[in-house]
């Protein structure tokens, strides 16, 4: 029996042109699907399928949706060597508290297993999300997948690389569409026409591309006219998305940005904002369906302060935790604004601050960090968990700049959070860079520590890897224990002291200023592949310094005790 409010599932399909002569319309059946994507690495709470739950409230009327997450809670899975060039760094089996990428693997279900879930479900369309350049061949797979169940399955692709790319991806001989920009008035129109047997192409759909005799018709990226559209949360799994224990979900108040960073490749829209009576009828419908967790995926969440304010306002008294994982804007931070962010179930705090260095901020179209300068003595002493998130080998940036960054933010109670810079597709950094296209898509991913940046060669950039994973390693070790005033006195903690091989891992970097780890199988430590003099520099200029704790005001002086 069909779902109160749904179409009617067919087991059987009639060709579009039989639709056409018969002149009926039946409801298409559409599954949704966020492809799986290999890497060295993924973030289990940053996989949230939002852009296909938008897609299918769009079409919820006029077709039967479903929605295939391969992404989510499977794997990893072995996948092969990945880029053999990150083999020195990316060792599996060794042991170190200060952990690194160790296995290329694939993070979502295996090809097969798609290939038998699309068969079993026989839809007419299979819509695949790309959001992301470096994944392109896992999203093309699952659209190759469907028309090797049937031939006549529509393949559509839309996201962040389709938008970008729509030329490579009509290319595909297994893609038929993609929807550049914003998808949910083009994959409406393009359903409905596909749905009485019409040809699309015929329309003049916004932001649909596809290609004919040979021509491509490409246009430019759609803009959504109504943003109140809320996403079809019921699709999904609740329980399957969590952060700890909480069940959570992604949540949009606005749309676009105003500024252009020059490491930023997110496809140029108009910044548009939600209305409050929409917002609230979210919220609403969240609370109602048992979501206790919310992450403001808003590329400027705080951009227009009396709006934020208006936002948070509507979170008072909820009981809902928020989040803003994407990072607050800075420049538009006050304490009053940080006292109403608690009221209204903020905890943790993630900013986006680049970098420290003016003169880097101004060349990547930044606001200066003032602001957040101010608010380090209210943040010191708030009940907030803060993490601070800056960029590691950004053009123009010295090796010798970012140890200032590192010396100053290790003396804040917050958590350093490191970003390897990487060429993101259509940004303007990689307008000017990526001279001819020689870097290939595949690589500008963060994980490949790709050296655009002359001065941070892979062997650089892994050292500040490790260094931020010892400062934070340490600030987490402060927490915990009690007495810890000097560098030495780590030596003696507990969770330090009862393991021998992290009490050597930790003699020989703050004895000998060199960064090992345990290999089992040789039962000793191996020299890790850093730049043993950067890490010199870095423990010379910290001589002195403070590293504080995350959650407390604890903190120990570098080389004391």
Sequence with gaps: MAAAGRPVRFFFRLPFSLRRFLSIVIPM?????????????????????????????????????????????????????????????????????????????????????????IGKERPDMVAVSSMCSAYET?????????KKVDRQIVTVMGGVHPTLFPGR?????????????????????????????????????????????????????????????????????????????????????????????????KPSVPYRRRSTGGIAAEIDACAGSGIEAIDFEDDMLNLDKTFFHALLGLFDGRGITLSAMNGIYPANMDVP????????????????????????????????????????????????????????????????????????LMGQRLLLGPSIFY????????????????????????????PL???????????????????????QLIDRYDGITGTRDLLDVEAVKADERKRVIFERLLLEKKFVSYDPGLGRTVDEPVDHGLVRTFFERARGAKIKGYRTGKALVMDAG
């Excluded at 690495?41 to 479903?66: F, H, Q």
């Excluded at 896992?138 to 469907?146: E, G, I, R, W």
């Excluded at 026409?193 to 004919?212: H, K, M, Q, W, Y």
């Design 29 to 117: 059946k559409v599954l949704l699907v966020q492809p799986p994507i290999e890497d060295y690495y993924d973030t289990s709470v940053r996989t949230y399928p939002l852009g296909l739950l938008y897609l299918a409230s769009a079409i919820r009327d006029i077709a039967d949706v479903a929605l295939l997450d391969a992404r989510t809670g499977c794997g990893p899975a072995h996948a092969g060597h990945g880029f053999p060039e990150l083999e020195p760094f990316c060792r599996e089996g060794l042991f170190t508290p200060f952990s690194f990428f160790s296995r290329y693997s694939r993070f979502g279900l295996p090809l097969p297993a798609i290939r038998e879930f």
């Design 138 to 146: 896992q999203a093309t797979d699952v659209a190759s997948a469907a």
């Design 169 to 265: 991806i009509l290319a595909h001989p297994d893609v038929d569409y993609c929807i550049r920009g914003e998808g949910e008035t083009p994959f409406f129109e393009l359903v409905s026409a596909l749905s009485s047997g019409l040809a699309p192409e015929v329309r003049d759909i916004a932001g649909l591309c596809f290609t004919r005799d040979g021509r491509s018709r490409i246009g430019p990226p759609a803009v959504a006219p109504d943003i109140d559209i809320l996403p079809a949360r019921h699709l999904i799994d609740a329980g399957r998305y969590r952060i700890g224990r909480k069940r959570y979900t992604f949540f949009l108040t606005s749309r676009g940005c105003p500024f252009s960073c020059g490491f930023c490749g």
């Design 337 to 408: 604004t940080l006292d109403l962010m608690y009221r209204a179930g903020f905890r943790r705090l993630n900013f986006s601050l680049v970098d420290l260095s003016e003169s880097i901020l101004e060349t990547q179209g930044r606001k200066t960090q003032g602001a957040f300068m101010q608010l380090l003595p209210y943040l010191a002493h708030s009940p907030f968990l803060v993490e601070v998130h800056f960029i590691m080998g950004l053009p123009g940036q010295r090796p010798a700049d970012l140890i200032e960054t590192l010396c100053f």
């Design 423 to 450: 060429l993101s597709p259509g940004s303007p950094l990689s307008a000017s860079l990526d001279g001819a296209g020689s870097v290939p898509l595949r690589s500008m991913r963060s994980s490949v520590m790709l």
């Design 453 to 475: 940046n002359p001065l941070f060669p892979r062997t650089v950039t892994y050292t500040f890897v490790k260094l931020v994973r010892f400062i934070n390693h340490v600030k």
